[in-house]
């Protein structure tokens, strides 16, 4: 599939700002399943930029503006290609026992992916939950579609229900959350079960063009789950549309949790607050 994608992103000023300061985390890498034809990140006003990799391999761009403004855009412009990705079906065959097991020489190398972060806590509900869907004689394509699906089931998409602070232990008790929400739960089951994991940042095409089913995600990026399996490789998955990622995924940052991915982040210096106005144009071409 071709699609084009407009990601902007609109800060407005109740005062002039002096200064902001911005890293930019949104050029999406080249993958097996995903080809970048062309890519254009801009920022108004215009202001220098450095590019480097941050800690977990994501290209970011930083950003400075020293003079007065009153307003900030920034617009992400993709053409990309994307192909259904090949799952690795010998990887997947093997059991979460001997996955940890090959895993087990290898945990310097996928240490961050192992271990809770600030958004993730292990342990707590996971423990249950992990001991029920990620049992150790269970094949990691069986156990895995289970967990995704047990997720999609026992908890509701609610727009609006929670915020990017919100607690994991709070979206436990209400049973209800966004993308986000349940990719963070995913990824807390995952490693309170030993199995590396990783937080996905990018766009999903919610509604196909014509008669298909309908992808739910917000208006702005979606969020899902790369597992790592024996051979290196990851394997995605998407809880909140039940399902393996396909076609109509488009990968862009990846960390432990969102805040590792989250497409902006800065600070701005000025005496009055700001409103923050994101939206995101995904149209397919071919």
Known sequence: MHFEILHTTDYRYEEPASEAYLEARLTPPARPSQRIAAHDLSFAPSGPTSSYLDYFGNPTLFYSMVKRHDHLLVSSRLVVETSRPELPAEALELTIGEARQIFSSARTDIFDY??????????GEAVAWSRRWLRSDATLRGA?????GAIHREFRYDPGSTENSTPLAVIWKARAGVCQDFAHLMLSV??????????????IETDPPQAGSRLLGAVATHAWVEVLVPGMDWVALDPTNEQWCGERHVAVSFGRDSADATPLRGTFKGCGGQAM??????????
């Open 190 to 203: 995952l490693r309170t079960a030993g199995l590396p994991a990783r937080y996905v940042c990018g766009y």
């Open 144 to 148: 895995l579609e289970a967990l995704n």
């Open 114 to 123: 192992l271990r809770a972060s600030p958004a993730v806590p292990t342990g």
């Open 277 to 286: 106005a994101v939206k995101v144009l995904m149209k397919r071409t071919g």
